[in-house]
Structure formats: structure tokens, C-alpha cells
């Protein structure tokens, strides 16, 4: 028996951690740090960063990153994606049962949790990282900003981050003031609970507090705007509402506005929450709704969002309530994802696998809809590559690292093993056939949807595969050539 998964699984909670006492660990002294060379891949480009232009020692300054050996030019646009907060470090864990659900009775199992600094082993970039690591293998080149502490977790995320050839941009500037009694801010920690059945929950201090963890930083830092200026997307989800305070997530949004960066934006299990949350919440939550250029949420988030069950209206009132909204793609759990235009809606079904853990599997379909977004691919294209990399993700362990490798992603696009519900697909999408264009992924032509039903558009899987393997192949061969 197979179980099947898409990419369109709800993301992974990433939930960052205060300061506890039972975590701290020593400080690592800085002659030890960064011993990796970024890459920063495209296709046909591999630039070699030098290890003195990593995170201390990068500085921008009109259009060029200045570091300890002087000024090295760069282009307009010098990172694909730049993801925006939710940064941390997973401490996965097996557990006999999952922590209780009463407030009282979750903050009393997380201090017992806390009371033992965890194994290494168990140590795992999260959140954003997911995503960032994804769209790294696929060859886009990746900035993550944030913050990250300066001590054993810290290093062991830009250890991560770096050596998947991801850039690090700081959002500490020396000139944001922190209170005087208290010490430089660590790195967030989310516990991630995995019971017998792998049943997975997600547990941290920050549950059991009002303020971002973040809160201090008021103005968007020189660093991050020009971070956001040279990338073509900036990334954000829900969770950087639990790191970062409203207002400024309102700033970067409305400077990657003024600088002509597209914004993708999902809103996660917290979008149901900042619906009902403080005002600025809701009005931060609500201009990222309609400033975004890619939104994406479950089938669940779309509903609760718009009040509507169904996804493909739900998908459709985000377009007309968005002001720059061009695509809505929803995550369909097992069946798939639907990506929704002003004038057309498309279709892929899930690939069929045997899941290990679902765990980042919703973080990283945000990497493949960016690579088809800034390479100009077929909408039915980029929900393919996007499924088949968050199934390949759900055959591995965890998230961060072991997020699909392009070598697993190519076997599934290959394999052509398609779960394909004639049914669901039909009814579901015979409600909107007066759509202008309605497309979607089969196995093999005619697929569903018969000869009685012309308004539906079948894609054959082997014509997308053709069409991709050009695209997904140069990046496997500049991989390859990075080894």
C-alpha cells in the first residue's frame, strides 16, 4: 500500500523559542566561524563566495557587497528569493504521546523537555530554512534574513545554511539598541514531537507569550532592505508574526513593493489566528493578502480566510480582493494543488510514494512555485516539479537537510506514478467550467474528464517531464559540477 503526498501538505510549524537557562550552551569563540564557501547557483553560473564575505563581514552599500577585501560589484537583481524571518533550529524528538493541549498543562512538559540540553543529533535547521534549502538545490540563489544568535545554535544553523550555499543577512544592526539587562537575543528553538504513529506536534515558549520574539527591532535594518531590493522574491509566512512585529513586516512588504521585488506570501495555520488577533495584526495580515503577488495556503487556511469551502472560489475572491495578486495556489493535502489565475485554473495531481515524515513538506512547495515563477514555466509545469518535491521531501526524515535532493525529484517526475482521482477532480471542477481555461496533469491521455467533458484540458505527464528535464537538468549538472 502506498500513502500519498503532495507538496501541497500544510507547512511546518516552526515555532521559536525563548531563553532557556536548561539551554544554554557555551559560546563559540568567532576565529572558529565560518569555515564554508557559499555558492550562489544559477544555470550556467557558479560564483564562489570567499568565507570573509559570511555574515559579520557582509555590508552593502550602493548596489555592492563590501567585505574585508574590498568592493566586489554585483547586479541589479543578485538573489532569486529572499526569505523573511522564521529562522530556527528544530529539536526533533520521539516521544511515547504527544505534549497535552490545556495552556497550563503544555508550559509544565516543555520545562520538563527543557531540563535536558538535547543530543546534536536531534538538532535540525526549520522554519524558513525549509524553504531556502529547497530552492538552493534547485539552483536558485537564496538570502535568508534574520536573526540568529551568537552562540552553539547559531552557528550550527549558519553552518547549515552556508553549506547549502545560502546567504545569511542579519537583522541585529549595532544600531538597534536592546535592553541593557538583557543578553544579545539566541537563536529560536522549536520542539518538533513525534509520537509512535508519527503524529507530529510542535512546542515552544514562545506559545505562552504576547510580543514577537524580535520585537525590539522598530525600523526595517540598511541590511535587510537592501537585501530585499536585490532579490526578485521576498518569501514571508505566518510565522514571522511570532518573531517579528506587524508594523515591520508591513515595512518590508511596502519597500519590496517600491523596489520591484514580487512578494510571496503564506499565511499558514497563523493566518486563522491573526484574522482574530490585535488590529495590527489584522491589518498587516490583511495588506499581505492583497500586496502579494503568490499566495499560498491549504484547501483548510483558504477556507478560513474567505469563509468558502470550496477552493477554487475561495482561491478566486484572494484574486479579486488582491490589489497585485497574480497567482493563488492551494494545497490540497493527498489530492494534490490547484494554482488559480484571473483567468484560468490548473490542476496537478499528488505522485504516489511511501511517506516517512510530512514534516517540511509544506515549507518547501514554495521553492519549485518560485523557480517556475522567475523561469517563466507552464503553470502545470511548476505545480509538477512542486508536488514531486514535496513528496520526495515526505520520503526522508524531518525537514532542513534532508529536504528533497533534484536526484529524487527527477526519479518521481520520471516514474509518472500519478494518484489520480477521476471523481474528485470532476466534481470539483465541473462547477467553474465556464472558466476561460481549465488544465490539468494526467498520466496519459484522455485521462478524465472523457470526451463528454471538453471544457477540461488534459497535459500529459511524459510531455511536462520532457518540457522539464532541460530546465531541472542544468541545474543537476551545476550541482554536480559543485561537488
Known amino acids: 500500500m502506498h500513502n500519498h503526498v503532495s507538496l501541497s501538505l500544510q507547512s511546518n510549524r516552526a515555532l521559536f523559542s525563548p531563553y532557556l537557562d536548561a539551554l544554554q550552551n557555551p559560546r563559540f569563540s568567532p576565529k572558529t566561524r565560518f569555515q564554508t564557501r557559499p555558492v550562489f547557483k544559477c544555470c550556467g553560473i557558479q560564483t564562489h ?32 528569493v529572499a526569505t523573511l524571518g522564521n529562522l530556527c533550529v528544530d529539536i526533533v524528538l520521539n516521544v511515547p504521546k504527544l505534549p497535552p493541549k490545556r495552556f497550563d498543562e503544555r508550559r509544565a512538559y516543555l520545562e520538563e523537555l527543557a531540563k535536558s540540553p538535547p543530543d546534536k543529533n536531534n538538532w535540525e535547521a526549520g522554519g524558513n530554512c525549509n524553504m531556502a534549502i529547497a530552492a538552493a538545490r534547485l539552483g536558485l540563489r537564496v538570502a535568508s534574513i534574520g536573526h540568529v544568535g551568537d552562540e552553539v545554535y547559531g552557528r550550527f544553523l549558519l553552518d547549515v545554511l552556508h553549506g547549502e550555499g545560502i546567504s545569511m543577512v542579519e537583522m541585529n544592526e549595532q544600531n538597534y539598541a536592546i535592553d541593557a539587562s538583557s543578553t544579545t537575543p539566541e537563536t529560536l528553538l522549536c520542539w518538533v514531537l513525534v509520537d509512535p504513529w ?7 515558549p514562545v506559545d505562552f507569550h504576547q510580543e514577537p520574539a524580535f520585537g525590539w527591532i522598530q525600523i526595517l535594518p540598511t541590511k535587510t532592505k537592501m537585501a530585499i531590493r536585490r532579490s526578485k522574491i521576498m518569501f514571508c509566512n505566518g510565522y514571522g508574526f511570532d518573531e517579528l512585529s506587524p508594523q515591520l513586516l508591513v515595512s518590508a512588504l511596502e519597500y519590496a513593493v ?46 478560513s480566510l474567505t469563509g468558502r469551502t470550496d477552493p477554487i472560489l475561495a482561491g478566486q475572491e484572494l484574486l479579486r480582493n488582491g490589489v497585485r495578486t497574480k ?8 489530492r494534490g494543488s490547484i494554482l488559480i489565475t484571473p483567468s484560468s485554473i490548473s490542476c496537478a495531481p499528488a505522485f504516489k510514494v511511501n511517506v516517512i515524515d510530512t514534516v517540511g513538506c509544506g515549507d518547501s512547495f514554495v521553492a519549485p512555485i518560485a523557480f517556475g515563477y522567475i523561469h517563466d514555466m507552464s503553470l502545470v ?61 494526467t498520466k496519459n491521455p484522455p485521462g478524465i474528464g472523457n470526451k463528454n467533458n471538453t471544457w477540461l484540458q488534459h497535459t500529459p505527464l ?22
Not at 563566495?49 to 577585501?69: H, K, T, W
Not at 497567482?327 to 493527498?334: E, N, Q
Open 198 to 204: 508519527h503524529r507530529h506536534d510542535f512546542c515552544s
Open 462 to 483: 511524459k510531455e511536462v517531464v520532457s518540457e522539464l528535464l532541460p530546465k531541472l537538468g542544468c541545474q543537476q549538472a551545476l550541482q554536480i559540477g559543485a561537488s
Open 49 to 80: 563566495v570567499p568565507p570573509q564575505l559570511c555574515r559579520n563581514s557582509i555590508n552593502y552599500a550602493n548596489g555592492s557587497l563590501e567585505g574585508d577585501r574590498g568592493i566586489i560589484s554585483v547586479g541589479v537583481k543578485d538573489f532569486d
Open 258 to 303: 517600491e523596489v520591484g521585488t514580487s512578494i510571496f506570501f503564506d499565511p499558514g495555520p497563523r493566518g486563522k489566528s491573526l484574522i482574530a488577533g490585535a488590529p495590527e495584526e489584522q491589518m498587516a495580515l490583511d495588506k499581505y493578502l492583497r500586496m502579494s503577488d503568490v499566495l499560498l495556503l491549504t484547501s483548510d487556511e483558504a477556507e
Open 327 to 334: 497567482w493563488v495556489i492551494i494545497k490540497m493535502g493527498p
Open 381 to 441: 509545469q511548476t505545480l509538477t516539479v512542486a508536488n514531486a518535491v514535496g513528496a520526495a521531501t515526505a520520503t526522508g526524515c524531518g525537514a532542513g537537510r534532508n529536504v528533497a535532493a533534484l536526484n529524487k525529484v527527477l526519479e518521481l517526475v520520471t516514474g509518472s506514478d500519478l494518484y489520480e482521482d477521476d471523481k474528485f477532480w470532476v466534481d470539483l471542477l465541473k462547477e467553474h467550467s465556464e472558466t476561460d481555461e481549465i488544465t490539468i496533469l
